[in-house]
């Protein structure tokens, strides 16, 4: 038998935490934080070893707490992984102290997980304590991979987040088909799909190009990791001037680093040299100064240079800001889709420059989801990563699936 606790993030997006235990070995899968409050998941006893599906601070931001807490134990992840995660688990450190929050772990324990990892490349299996784990790419961001594990009677994956469609930097999930008899899957989307990457890319493209002759510079804040480099690639294909700033700049050159976690990098490479990049404040003027693209972190405006370019271009009508991705509730890019107002560190106010949102999401849709679990057909499905995540198991249930959803601090046994 195999019981799975859910710490976090079973009904909401944010502080992804799993516990399984075999009977004979107790394994975390992800531990989290929630990037709003920097609380993380539930605590945890003792376990025989940490399974990181990727880097983003959701599923990734709490492991060094459990360090912290005295485990010496290893985290397996792949090396793309590995890399990502350490860049964002310092910079989370940073915005804590920067929001006069006392640190829930030093960096001490961040040096300590960093001497645990366990690398694994994607479809080799290894050994792990009464157990064998295999990681598959999923197809979300550089380095995120779907987790196998295979026990005595047992054999479970965990997505983590996952995509399967097509990307310019990914070639989308690469699960083979495979007996399962438990799935636990994000549903992030579960309700909704999204539009094709070759026509987002293009309406994104053709609107750039629209603002770019008015005179006007199109601010796109974006998330470090994955998508600085996919709406870099997007762009690549006009010849326009494309400014890159924040920490998506490092996770970029990390990202080349590690050329099997992306599906073409010399094509990223030629993109981010074209690219003018910010390596000090006082460059950031320059990029004011003629019509042209700038992304920049944060990627929901609570951080990161975006908030200084954004503060000089909503002034104008010929300017515009594109969101594209996930905004957590209450963050200055949902407030700003919300209400049509900026808030953010001391500005209030209505934008005269357009605002627009582009999907360009990194999970995936509804009709992926659906797919998937027809070629799977697992035993038994666990529905998480979703405030939708207990509808969608009802719905699959009518489907004739045997699935469930699971609430923070419950268990379930199969």
């Known amino acids: 038998m195999v019981s799975i606790t859910a710490l976090g993030g079973f009904s909401e997006i944010g502080k992804m935490g799993i516990l399984l235990d075999t009977d004979k070995a107790r394994f975390v899968f992800d531990y989290g934080l929630d990037v709003k409050t920097m609380e993380g998941p539930l605590p945890v006893g003792d376990i025989d070893g940490i399974m990181l599906s990727h880097a983003h601070l959701d599923h990734c931001g709490m492991i060094p707490l459990l360090y912290h807490r005295g485990f010496r134990g290893k985290t397996f992840l792949t090396p793309a992984t590995g890399d990502l995660a350490e860049l964002l688990l310092i910079d989370s450190l940073k915005v804590q102290d920067r929001r006069g929050l006392t640190p829930q772990f030093l960096r001490h324990d961040i040096d300590q997980l960093l001497h645990s990892y366990t690398q694994l490349h994607y ?8 157990g064998k784990l295999t990681l598959f790419d999923a197809g979300h961001i550089p380095g995120s991979s779907a987790t196998l594990l295979e026990t005595e009677d047992r054999r479970i994956m965990y997505t983590g987040d996952i995509k399967f469609s097509e990307t310019g930097l990914l070639a989308g999930a690469a699960i083979p088909k495979t007996d399962l008899d438990i799935l636990i899957t994000e549903a992030t989307y579960s309700y909704k799909n999204h539009p094709p990457r070759e026509q987002l890319g293009n309406e994104l493209r053709e609107y750039v190009t629209d603002i770019i002759a008015k005179g006007g510079i199109a601010l796109i804040p974006c998330f470090a990791v994955g998508r600085t480099q996919e709406l870099l690639l997007q762009l690549d294909r006009l010849q326009i001037p494309v400014t890159i700033d924040g920490m998506g700049i490092t996770a970029s050159r990390i990202i080349m680093d590690h050329p099997e976690a992306i599906k073409d990098r010399k094509h990223l490479r030629k993109a981010f040299s074209r690219a003018r990049i910010i390596e000090e404040p006082r460059q950031r003027r320059h990029a004011l100064r003629e019509p042209g693209v700038i992304l920049s972190t944060s990627g929901m405006m609570q951080g990161g240079p975006s908030h200084y370019y954004m503060k000089h271009l909503h002034k104008h009508e010929k ?64 529905v998480g990563h979703s405030a939708n995540a207990e509808g969608f198991a009802a719905e699959l249930q009518k489907d004739g699936y045997n699935a469930t959803s699971l609430k923070d601090g419950s268990t379930i046994t199969v």
Request: net charge negative; glycine share 6%; hydrophobic share 40%.
């Open 123 to 130: 479809e080799k299996s290894m050994n792990v304590p009464h």
């Open 319 to 382: 300017n515009a800001v594109i969101l594209n991705g996930f905004q957590v509730e209450a963050t200055p890019g949902h407030v700003l889709l919300e209400t049509g107002r900026y808030v953010n560190e001391g500005i209030d106010v209505k934008p005269k420059c357009d605002v627009q949102f582009m999907d360009f999401s990194a999970h995936c849709d509804r009709a992926e989801l659906l797919a998937f679990f027809e070629r799977m057909r697992p035993k038994k499905i666990i």
